[in-house]
């Protein structure tokens, strides 16, 4: 057994990650750290895992860590991560970093969006931890920045369709909606209940930072410049992301072309699922799982393409996808501990 | 006392003119029918209102209907009102029709969407009740098709931007994102609880019949041929509309030109309100009132408008805007029985 | 027009004074304060309003607020009325006080629940704000303590038959179930969206404040001691609370006899509505409203009588009453502002 | 592997049991059968379990069943179990009925509750499976009648006290409160969305035939005659279900007591979790879990306990259960295939 910490663990991507690892057969849950509740047991924070999950929370100290631990996840805030990988990767333990710090390869990208960013130098070495796309790469990484959950829905859809050309790429519009998790468990009038029950609305509009993540990763692909207009909204429900792209086709691209090409890509992919012609996908339908579910329908009236993906934000979107990236670069089945049957409802 | 009556009083359009119109100062409700709860009150159907409404619900019968009414609302499923129409017309009875009956002034374009019209020489008389826009119209109208919830989200935010030419047209998409009511009160898988909670989906992708009722109204108030790409989606929850619509505008037109346009339009209006710039709309902010909040954000970095929209879709996308055309019929103010002060939430 | 001020309009309780003063036809609303939001218009905090509430939320100042004010509601925490209620009653400005600080007439049993009070000699010029109950008392009030909303939805179907001696008194349980918005906007991780959201559970076991407030008046009602076993849970909704308490009724009494007693007792009130036989009331029918319904079952089985309370926790439970006090001190009907007509959803 | 069927697959429960047996490492789920869905692939009715189960749905036809499992599941509405588990069981294949069939020994109470009986000579050999209570007969049993999800709540914190005779049996009230899924997937108003939703209600008040079940158990386990009263609630929500239990225990009984009680009955159980002091079950903690969370309160003030127990109605309180008492049939572990870790939310 392997074993791996989670630095981070009372949020809930760090909880997400308990569950998963918790239940993974080839790796040992050996350390989780919590700055608001170390000491406590984890089951005690969160009372679910009562009798199953028999760690307690404790202080993050990069060398306990270390020495516990082969392989570390951190589910902290931007800014943190950058503050503490360098420790760990000298001392030659992996990391997955759900956060934003290493996700970027350019610093100047990074810090336009964010700030300033204190090991620059590590950049370089980072793998963006899209699992189906950059598996390769991912195999051999010592550090991976997992990827956030908007540019997860908005990319698994598109990069295939990107690489074949057959998207104007001056034409692409995400309409995303996601669960309230994805805001995660600090407190804020947005996340609190009266505010966001029985309530829809937009935020950040054309202002989301994941929208640099994307437009970055989409000009890698493209080989040339991209850039997305992208608005998020909130749903008023716990766990769940949809994604609704408009993007214009090429001429002459058919919807059986679209099939063809997704199919050719993600056939073999134990996590993506294509729907049915006719079929959309329903974010019900990968609650808990890590699943991504993606649909489209060619309006032959307005030539657009529309593209829909649906994932659990936590699983697909964070700690799913981040356990995921684990098992590439342990060089195990990717979907390993990761298989449990979804819910029907 | 104008005396008023509904017909079809029990669906969930129905029963919000019921609350509406019982506390309207200048009209009477007279008659409810119901073609499934004939010989109930209506207070046992919708126990909200024990004590409140003391009308018993009738089955339809239309002189009956125009011996007590100077005006009904039909809020029946299309294809019932246009066999009914002819006859309260025919006496002299104004209508506000709720279905999609008396929306379209083509029949041609109807019929493509729906089904055959057997009351086609009516459509010549009959007003799109986009209160609004088509205030002077609605003023003398005997006949209003009153406008679907979709576009009524979609129509108002365009349509002073569509006249004054800031738009180029064939960039326009509408993702639209619907509270369950708007599914009505008949039984449905898709309205059925664990299939809704939850669960966030598209549905009708690009094959919804509001889609042609948007293009008809922009098309007319462009003066060409508009299409619009257009996506609804289903919110667990019960009542609220959302509506982002994204269109790239003309060259050099800026933020303030479209704030201008909009503040021209509406600022008159008593039932449109204009977000502050860097505010968005919310539909809980709407809920239960008549009110449909636009806000706007021009994405300077991919030239794009993005104009955001949020109804309550039983109010102004049905039973209050049905009530505001009546009013206008009437000759009273279109605001009358439509003020009561929205709720914090 | 009456000038009327709340003191800690922008909670949840004070928001909804707002909204239901702001539509009363005999007072006007001249002045709000808030001291998280001094300074800021209140519909920027609560948008819902916009265009509708012109008024600035003001620091708190005992004066200015009696210069503009004929009575005043108090919308506060409680521990800081008992500050500030002597400054207004020695102005002769009225108060409705939301809080607990002014419910208790012995402050021995406020103290053995809350903290040391620093206004005793007023808690005998308090009246206990239960309007159909103690209406004649608030008449000639200057000061109401208002019940909190857990003691509404206990005492109103109870006290008719403790009175008319029906109930064996020591076998009295209250199983309540509010809605989140009970627990204000504060901050707090049991607020938080994603732990309350699809979550179920009880709360203060048996150890609940409220169970003081009830035991009280219970008690001077049975003119004996009588102490409730009270259990108060969390529903994952934003508006409503349902009380089902379990008695066992004095040898005799049949079905007929309690319905006749409740009957006697409310059917002239105006908010109370006894559910016919057979029918149970649902939060549903009394959200937004100031509705109380109220149904019964005798179960001659165990031979216990099982009543069932229904109300919106932040109308009749908090704001709703408190402006029925209001009206009732004021001398003009109880129900004035009060009954808009009830949505149907 | 052993090879089990589905009789009923498409149903709530029937879809869960899909989902648990899927997963199960000692089983085959090798048919399915639905009347409705008959011919559909399973994972179109229930498109999260795209690509994992891949069942053709087929009509029930008995042998058929019998040719290809050694066990069945039996998961329909009541009086349609009867005419079949004759059948099965003559052929000698296992049931589990998760009807209400062969819940009771007695078919006068079973007639007096539900309808006659058409398999009256079976009711002997059908064993109660209140897995923790009757795990010796359900070792044995070749007929399990699976318990209602309402007795499983209310049975499991009550079977140990009333064993040690702590509790005065004729003080037993149990209210509870359910999540909407435990009404199936039959179209119905009360399962209608906006029914339900920001809504809170009680259900057939004292008249549930669920308490006919437990009386009879709690009679049983307290060898004289026990009568419960029972009211049901409906909670806006999906999944869970939650039980306040109120009794008198009998004088001299102190925490301590419960406490020991429990813990000796239930700390070998792995599905039963017994909160520590001062903390009490949420649905949201056994949500998607087997798990059985009680805790309790014993308010000296008024000498009750307050007994509190949360299950997934889905699981514990139905298909969980079903396998677990499956497991137990076949001698395997009673937790195998249901020990996933729970979701932190």
């Known amino acids: 057994m392997i074993r791996v910490g989670i630095v981070g663990a009372t949020g809930y991507a760090g909880a ?33 895992m009562a009798g199953r999950v028999k760690l307690t929370c404790e202080k993050l100290v990069v060398e306990a860590v270390c020495d516990k631990a082969e392989l570390v996840f951190l589910a902290l805030p931007h800014q943190l991560p950058m503050t503490i990988v360098p420790e760990f990767v000298g001392r030659n333990v992996r990391v997955v970093d759900l956060s934003a710090d290493f996700r970027f390869n350019d610093p100047a990208v990074y ?20 699992s189906e796309v950059y598996f390769e790469a991912i195999r051999s990484a010592i550090l991976v920045g997992n990827p956030g959950c908007y540019p997860t829905s ?34 804020a009038l947005t996340s609190h209940f009266c505010e966001v ?12 930072r994941h929208n640099a993540e994307m437009d970055v990763i989409l000009s890698r692909e493209a080989e040339q410049a991209v850039q997305l207009t992208f608005v998020p909204h909130l749903i008023p429900m716990s766990r769940g992301m949809l994604t609704t792209i408009y993007v214009t086709p090429i001429k002459g691209v058919q919807a059986e072309d679209i099939r063809n090409c997704l199919t050719a890509a993600y056939s073999d992919q134990p996590f993506i699922r294509l729907c049915a012609s006719g079929r959309v996908p ?22 657009r393409l529309i593209l829909i993906s649906a994932i659990d934000n936590l699983v697909k979107g964070a700690a799913g996808q981040a356990v995921q990236n684990m098992n590439i670069m342990l060089g195990i089945d990717q979907a390993s501990g990761l298989l449990q049957v979804p819910y029907p409802l």
Do not use: M, W
Request: hydrophobic fraction near 40%.
């Open 197 to 208: 029950n029985e309530s829809f609305k937009a935020y950040k509009v054309a202002s989301h």
């Open 16 to 48: 997400e990650l308990v569950r998963i690892l918790s239940g993974h057969p080839q790796v040992a849950l050996s350390v989780l750290t919590s700055r608001q509740f170390a000491g406590a047991k984890f089951e005690e924070i969160y009372p679910a």
């Open 154 to 187: 908005v990319l698994l859809p598109l990069i295939p369709l990107v690489k074949a050309g057959f998207l104007e790429l001056n034409t692409l519009i995400a309409d995303s909606k996601s669960g309230v998790s994805g805001a995660g468990r600090s407190l």
């Open 282 to 303: 329903d974010t019900l339908h990968v609650k808990g799982s890590n699943y991504c579910d993606i649909g489209f329908k060619l309006d032959k009236r307005t030539n």
């Open 111 to 130: 810090e336009s969006v964010y700030q300033p960013h204190s090991a620059r130098d590590l950049l370089d070495r980072a793998v963006y931890g899209l």
